[in-house]
């Protein structure tokens, strides 16, 4: 079966300090890998995904993610976080015809 | 371009009533449509999903229904509201065009059900 971990529920981080939003997936067959940011009361947004090719991604408001597939990892960066990137954010994993699986969201809080 | 509406986007019903939320999309034809749910501190567990007009997939057995009447309607019933129905409601869609496999979803800014 296909899932998606999301180890960390809560991210507290400084203001222009790095982030790593950790994603583990497990599936057996190759996925295709997704990260979106939801801001509150809102639908979520695209960040990036990985398809194929390059393991390092980039993606909208200076994030980028990078593809391990020894590790079967996908974790989201930012080198320099903002008080605008308070969100959560979901990885989500798609494996052949499967329906895309979602992580349980990590919330994101950028303290000033 | 494409944009995706869904309504209302919050919404209070009193347990045992009835429930529709309407989802549309614009500027595509024929898209992959999708209802989540969100629960509260939990991801997004999906619900039902449709390929085309009449056509409707369940994922998961519950108090809810699905109904796609239009090409770019895309409807979320229920008969009877339980308590456990709260969340948040999320409607979206993929291009099949591009692949329905890589395509990332498309979401509404999502209906906060709170059922009382």
């Known amino acids: 079966a296909q899932s998606v971990t999301q180890l960390d529920s809560q991210v507290p981080v400084f203001e222009e300090a790095p982030v790593e939003l950790r994603c583990n997936y497990s599936?057996?067959?190759?996925?295709?890998l997704f990260w979106y940011v939801q801001y509150p009361n809102q639908g979520l947004q695209l960040l990036l995904k990985?398809?194929?090719?390059?393991?390092l991604v980039k993606g909208i408001n200076g994030f980028e993610a990078e593809f391990n597939k020894s590790q079967t990892s996908f974790h989201l960066r930012k080198p320099s976080v903002h008080i605008s990137d308070t969100a959560e954010y979901f990885c989500?994993?798609?494996?052949?015809?499967?329906?895309?699986?979602f992580g349980s969201g990590t919330r994101l809080q950028v303290q000033p | 371009s494409q944009t995706i509406h869904q309504w209302p986007a919050t919404l209070v019903q009193p347990v045992g009533s009835p429930l529709s939320l309407e989802c549309t999309v614009e500027?595509?034809?024929?898209?992959?449509l999708y209802w989540y749910r969100q629960a509260a501190g939990r991801g997004l567990q999906l619900l039902f999903y449709?390929?085309?007009?009449?056509?409707i997939s369940s994922e998961v057995p519950q108090n809810l229904s699905a109904s796609r009447p239009q090409d770019r309607q895309f409807i979320l019933s229920s008969k009877k509201l339980l308590l456990s129905d709260s969340g948040f409601y999320l409607c979206?869609?993929?291009?099949?065009?591009?692949?329905?496999?890589?395509?990332?979803?498309?979401f509404g800014n999502g209906t906060r059900l709170t059922v009382t």
């Open positions: 989500a994993a798609r494996a052949g015809r499967r329906a895309l699986t």
């Open positions: 979206a869609w993929t291009d099949p065009q591009g692949g329905s496999y890589n395509s990332p979803l498309h």
């Open positions: 599936s057996s067959v190759s996925v295709y």
């Open positions: 449709s390929v085309g007009i009449g056509q």
């Open positions: 990985y398809l194929s090719g390059s393991t």
């Open positions: 500027g595509t034809s024929n898209p992959n």
